[in-house]
């Protein structure tokens, strides 16, 4: 049994960040518990189970191995808090500063990890620039310049990584009113996260790449994790790619905790059965098949040399994800998307596949 809370310290230092696979928590900060309140006139009427997403605490959360954090923040009665709503229903979840000072307590005994927090669908009216600059945290940014993708995982030990969505907290030409100035700044530690556009460079934090189709069928997020792999091993090799390992609408928790019964049969075709919990291992095990067997074939519209440079750096880790994002983070789950990490059984799986 891995000790999920020091996984990373068996990494080599050298790696960088897009040499590795991570767990990551979607909607990390709306887990049951007294932090979480539902919100809207459906309140009365619709289950929590359609709004939680977690199972504990952030610190919860990191102690089972999650290192990538998706914190969706909102004025809630004049607290910023974490939230989950669709038109405002939903719910909302632990405040800006429980979120904060759970990754701070946890990477205070733990020098050997790092944690990153993807702030987006957030405003600027929140002020949690300031208020992550204001907080004790602040001496634990990690303020690396550049592309965040290429840094050393010994440079990230210890570190709070924070990237901000670039479109809301970077430049804003404003044509009626007066322009909205950068609230980026990697001297700070506010580092800009950007999705994936050909052609784009990331010098000022991190990209990342991946399909997501809100979707409750696990065959559909599965078919939308293989288009995301196969998508990103004909990118360049500057980004993460962000595996939307999550199963949407309905009640949450059911979907991703259900057992599988194995293959059956629909109209002719065969399809997976259980949540995303239950088909981890197979997900897993298809990924590292297609990385063995991408490597040898490449796409007809990719530039020679640039393939070969893909290849040359990513290995055997052509279509592996580098964040595996998923609900109801858990010991098991985490466990095995850890072990991806494990050369040895990578080096297994391409001689089989």
């Known amino acids: 049994m891995i000790d999920l809370s020091l996984w990373s310290s068996v990494l080599n230092n050298d790696l960088l ?7 990551g928590s979607h909607d990390a900060t709306i887990y049951d518990g007294a932090d979480f309140t539902k919100t809207g006139i459906t309140k009365y009427m619709v289950s929590r189970n359609k709004s939680i997403t977690q199972s504990g605490s952030i610190a919860h959360q990191c102690q089972l ?5 998706d914190v969706r ?3 809630a009665d004049g607290v910023v808090r974490g939230y989950h709503q669709t038109a405002g229903q939903g719910g909302v979840g632990a405040s800006a500063d429980k979120i904060l000072d759970d990754v701070d307590d946890f990477l205070r005994g733990r020098a050997s990890e790092f944690v990153i927090l993807r702030i987006s669908h957030t405003s600027r009216d929140t002020d949690i620039v300031n208020h992550v600059l204001n907080h004790r945290i602040a001496n634990r ?13 010994g440079d990230l030990r210890g570190k ?5 969505d670039a479109k809301k907290f970077g430049f804003k030409k404003n044509r009626l009113m007066k322009d909205k100035a950068s609230q980026l700044s990697q001297a700070n530690g506010i580092h800009a996260f950007h999705k994936y556009s050909a052609g784009a460079t990331y010098h000022d934090g991190l990209g990342v790449c991946g399909c997501f189709k809100g979707s409750s069928s696990i065959n559909e997020v599965l078919g939308n994790a293989v288009q995301g792999a196969e998508e990103h091993a004909c990118h360049a090799d500057d980004h993460l790619f962000f595996m939307y390992w999550q199963q949407t609408y309905g009640n949450v928790e059911a979907n991703t905790k259900q057992a599988s019964i ?9 399809k997976l059965t259980g949540g995303t919990h239950a ?5 897993i095990k298809l990924m590292q098949q297609k990385s063995a067997l991408s490597a040898a074939y490449r796409p007809k519209d990719m530039d020679p040399a640039l393939w070969q440079s893909v290849v040359t750096t990513r290995g055997d880790r052509m279509c592996l994800p580098n964040v595996i994002s998923y609900d109801f983070i858990n010991a098991k789950t985490s466990e095995e998307i850890v072990l ?6 990578r080096q297994y799986i391409r001689r089989r596949a």
């Open 17 to 23: 960040l897009k040499q590795i696979t991570m767990p």
């Open 65 to 69: 191995g999650s290192r990538f954090f």
């Open 73 to 75: 923040l909102k004025l």
């Open 141 to 153: 940014l990690y303020k690396g310049t550049g592309n965040v993708a290429n840094a050393r995982i």
């Open 160 to 164: 709070a990584i924070c990237i901000f």
């Open 262 to 270: 194995g293959i059956k049969t629909v109209k002719g075709q065969p």
């Open 279 to 283: 088909n981890t291992p197979g997900m």
């Open 340 to 345: 991806i990490n494990d050369p040895g059984t």
